[in-house]
């Protein structure tokens, strides 16, 4: 579902920075070669990706869902030239487009990409961030949340990804409809829980803000 017209999107990206080459690249080759790529953050959402992980100069980010790896290195324009950047997937297949980006990235040294189960792979991390963006398996976003949460830095941001979900989220949803009933507990869940302050931008799919009081 598109938000607002496509001129008007059309005009947003344009007088918004450019895509850097590389991800240009990654941008036409997910869309030639992998499947649903509708997924990729794209362009515009992009570089939204980019400022606000320059902004909060992050030591250490967390990605759930790397999918072909755009968003993150869009995320990983802001990291501390000592910080890590930790993406999990758990399609195996996608390794080899991701990483063929990575290393051709300025970036290489401080991805590490980890392939399994997000709870998993999270559980088994050591480490606190200051940013998180979640966008995998929508059914796990709330699980996602309470598992990252007690790894989060005061201060630090989670970014969630689809929260619209093509607008299916204000309707009633289908009790087949996992999915959408899912965004919809975790929308609530954000509004309702005391350690975080949230904001739910209408940006492509929605783009929630989410800081750590």
């Known amino acids: 579902m598109d938000f607002i017209p496509e001129k008007i999107a059309d005009y947003v990206a344009k007088y918004s920075e450019n895509e850097p080459e590389l991800l240009e690249q990654l941008n036409k080759e997910t869309w030639q070669k992998i499947l649903a790529p509708r997924m990729l953050s794209g ?6 990706l980019a400022l606000l992980s320059k902004i909060l100069s992050p030591k250490n980010i967390l990605e759930i869902g790397t999918y072909t790896g755009y968003a993150t290195l869009c995320l990983a324009e802001g990291i501390q030239k000592e910080g890590t950047i930790h993406t999990i997937d758990c399609n195996e297949e996608l390794q080899e487009i991701q990483q063929k980006y990575f290393k051709k990235s300025n970036f290489s040294k401080q ?100 800081r750590i009081i």
Not at 43 to 48: A, T
Not at 116 to 133: C, E, M, Q, R, S
Not at 182 to 205: G, M, S
């Open 43 to 48: 362009h515009f959402q992009g570089r939204l």
């Open 111 to 210: 991805i590490k990409a980890h392939v399994g189960n997000a709870l998993a792979v999270i559980a088994n991390l050591n480490t606190t961030f200051d940013l998180v963006f979640i966008d995998a398996d929508k059914e796990n976003y709330s699980n996602y949340f309470h598992a990252i949460l007690p790894k989060m830095n005061k201060g630090g941001i989670i970014l969630s990804d689809n929260v619209l979900w093509s607008g299916k989220v204000v309707e009633k949803a289908n009790p087949k409809d996992i999915d959408t009933i899912a965004l919809q507990e975790y929308n609530q869940l954000l509004k309702e829980d005391p350690r975080v302050e949230t904001i739910v931008l209408p940006i492509r799919d929605g783009l929630s803000v989410s």
